[in-house]
Structure formats: C-alpha cells, structure tokens
C-alpha cells in the first residue's frame, strides 16, 4: 500500500533476492507499478525486475522461473496476500508432499 514505508521494506525484502515479481491490486490505496520500481534498491539487477498486471499472473510467473528446490516469497499488503493464498487454493499451485 502507497502509505506504508515502500523503502525501507523494500530494502529489507529485496536485499539476496534472485529475482522480483511486482504486482499490484485493485485497490485506491494499492501502490502502482512505477511506485514500486521507483523503491527497489540500485543493487537488484534490472533483468531480475518483473512485472504483471495481476497477482494471479505474478504467480504464474513466479512458478515458472522458479526451480522446483526454490522458494517463492510473497510479500505486500494483507490484502495482497488473501488474494494470492485464494489462488493458490484454487489453482493447487502449492506443493502438498
């Protein structure tokens, strides 16, 4: 959300990242696209920045760049959460061992 600490919680997440899927929400208080490139740290290479329109095509994304012995980190707002665990349930794009 627009009115959270965007650099300093980006600076804590982002630092050791391999790669990072921005998305955003239907929502006024949701940041944009352009809010979020604008915090990530200079460190974080350009070519391990993404982006989508949808947290349901950041997931998709995330699935496919990711090894099957990676980890995918999701990050945001409540909100953007309870959207992406919906998802997941309803996709079965968790892994169940």
Do not use: W, Y
């Not at 391999?18 to 460190?43: C, G, H, M, Q, W």
């Not at 707002?77 to 892994?95: C, V, Y």
């Amino acid at each position: 959300m627009r009115d959270k600490s965007l650099t300093e919680m980006a600076a804590t997440l982002f630092r050791g990242t391999d790669r990072v899927i921005l998305t955003t929400l239907d929502n006024p208080r949701a940041a944009s696209i352009d809010e979020l490139l604008a915090v990530i740290p200079s460190e974080v290479k350009q070519a391990e920045i993404a982006h989508s329109s949808s947290v349901a095509e950041a997931l998709q994304l995330a699935r496919a760049v990711t090894p099957p012995e990676g980890v995918i980190c999701i990050t945001g707002s409540l909100h953007l959460i309870g959207k992406a665990q919906e998802l997941l349930k309803m996709t079965n794009l968790t892994h169940q061992d």
